[in-house]
């Protein structure tokens, strides 16, 4: 049995007990993936993140990520919590405000990290997203069906020219547009209308809109996963690089450089906000990076 030192992180958020919860479980050699998947259903958060030494020693680690019922090949609070919480480890005693870059080995790809320090603040990541978004197939049922299986009334599903895609950026999304915040907060998920509603291979669902509660965000959003063990998601860095794809298709942006802020995790207590670049050139998207902060909450000593 061996002691294998962990951190808990509240991610894309700079306040405790807010944000999307992640457990990186810092002295992970030995463990298998059966073993990685039974730690991080015993802690029971959206991701636990597992980290080893990086195969180049020119990056800072590897890292392998799990949900209470799986593995996932890139997650972005994940992402963004390891990488904060590595390089806090890499400079504990820091007395003015600097920047580090942590280079993460995930499952899949090399991805890189810029990470702002400021002492007795949380920290702020940003990474390149490893896989720019493309739409995926998609077999959803009629607008009524989708409808039942959030609750809501099939009016309320789509706004402007928006509606239901499939989009991946290494992780596929089913994203749902709903007419507001009244019809997000009445949101009420009824499995067995799933299959109708987005087929027997439904990922995760991510439901925005374009109403905000602050003016300086761009959508608000909320991601339903069951079939992954997660009923409801307060942050999904991995949806919102995909979003970026949708973005670009539905706005049909001009060339340029766009940020966006995204709400999610409001409805759930769990107050996020995700942080979107993307770069568009002759219509196509040509990079996107993810951003937030990240604060620690726990440490300890797992004895496994």
């Not at 499952?107 to 390149?128: K, T, W």
């Not at 991946?168 to 089913?174: D, K, L, R």
Request: some cysteine.
């Amino acid at each position: 049995m061996a002691q294998r030192r962990y951190v808990v992180l509240d991610v894309f958020t700079t306040r405790p007990l807010e944000g999307n919860p992640l457990a990186v479980v810092l002295d992970s050699e030995g463990l298998d993936t059966a073993a990685m998947q039974r730690i991080a259903g015993e802690f029971n958060l959206s991701e636990t993140v597992f980290v080893t030494p990086a195969e180049n020693p020119a990056h800072s680690a590897a890292v392998r990520i799990f949900t209470p019922g799986r593995e996932l090949p890139f997650a972005g609070h994940p992402t963004v919590g390891t990488a904060c919480c590595l390089a806090a480890r890499r400079f504990p005693d820091l007395e003015t405000e600097m920047d580090a870059v942590v280079a993460l080995e995930e499952q899949i790809g090399l991805v890189r990290c810029a990470v702002r320090l400021v002492p007795g603040a949380a920290a702020y990541a940003e990474f390149d997203v490893p896989r720019l978004s493309e739409m995926g197939e998609a077999s959803f049922g009629p607008k009524s069906a989708i409808a039942d299986a959030l609750g809501l009334k099939p009016h309320e599903i789509g706004f402007e020219n928006h509606v239901s895609t499939v989009w991946s950026a290494g992780n596929p999304f089913a994203f749902v547009p709903v007419a507001g915040l009244a019809a997000m907060r009445r949101i009420k998920v009824a499995p067995q209308h799933w299959t109708e509603a987005f087929g027997p291979a439904t990922p995760g669902i991510y439901v925005y809109c374009r109403e905000t509660l602050f003016h300086d965000s761009s959508f608000h959003g909320r991601m339903f996963a069951p079939g992954l063990g997660v009923g409801e998601d307060p942050a999904t860095g991995s949806a919102i690089a995909a979003f970026a794809g949708l973005v670009n298709d539905f706005d049909d942006l001009p060339n340029g450089t766009f940020t966006y802020r995204i709400e999610q995790g409001f409805e759930m207590g769990r107050p996020s906000l995700i942080d979107l670049e993307i770069e568009v050139e002759a219509g196509e998207l040509t990079a996107a990076r993810i951003g937030g902060h990240a604060v620690k909450v726990a440490e300890g000593v797992l004895e496994v």
